[in-house]
């Protein structure tokens, strides 16, 4: 099984954008990767994939209608139990790494996916080691960084946290989709939270 379509959609989609730190990540970056033979592995969110195609917006339709039809195929990861944020949170989210150390793509530089949530989901402040870049496939999520407001941000706004701050997030009544891109630190760590 191949997902190389959604890696070169993946691809065309950061590489495209106009922000100096998602320019400097990846116009440097070796798009020559090697996959690896992980098996398609779902989450009980996947089931709602289809519903995002609807909020998406229009520069990010080519990515996020091809990662909804590649649903099934993917190897879907969740870094949290009902223990951490409730049975809610682990019925209605998701991610896929395409590129990383876990990933359909092998990379020790950095890991980069797509993740779900569904609608109801308070994803409290939360931090991690890596330089973490997003983009809200579909403007649906209310963001909160170091503390601060939560505001909603528009499909393919750049969201930006440097390792160790904290951040939130909120979806309350559509579903969100988006791109997450990590750098430095370690790429496959659970995220502390209090």
């Not at 998406?56 to 139990?81: A, C, M, N, P, T």
């Not at 896929?96 to 109801?120: C, N």
């Amino acid at each position: 099984m191949t997902v190389k379509p959604l890696l070169d959609a993946f691809r065309d989609y950061v590489t495209t954008r106009e922000e100096v730190t998602t320019r400097k990540w990846f116009d440097s970056f070796d798009w020559n990767l090697t996959g690896r033979d992980v098996q398609p592995q779902q989450v009980p969110a996947v089931k709602e994939l289809p519903e995002v195609v609807q909020h998406l917006g229009e520069q990010e339709k080519q990515l996020g209608k091809l990662f909804v039809d590649l649903r099934e195929q993917l190897h879907w990861i969740q870094s949290y139990s009902a223990d951490d944020f409730g049975q809610h949170m682990v019925d209605h989210y998701g991610y896929v790494e395409i590129i990383g150390t876990r990933g359909h793509y092998v990379s020790d530089s950095l890991a980069a996916g797509i993740v779900y949530f569904g609608r109801g989901i308070n994803y409290p402040e939360h931090w991690h080691d890596s330089h973490a870049l997003y983009y809200p496939l579909t403007g649906t999520g209310l963001w909160s960084q170091s503390g601060g407001e939560y505001l909603p941000k528009k499909s393919g706004e750049f969201v930006f946290h440097e390792p160790g701050e904290p951040h939130a997030l909120k979806v309350p009544d559509l579903p969100l989709l988006a791109v997450w891109v990590w750098r430095g630190g370690d790429l496959a760590q659970k995220s502390d939270y209090l």
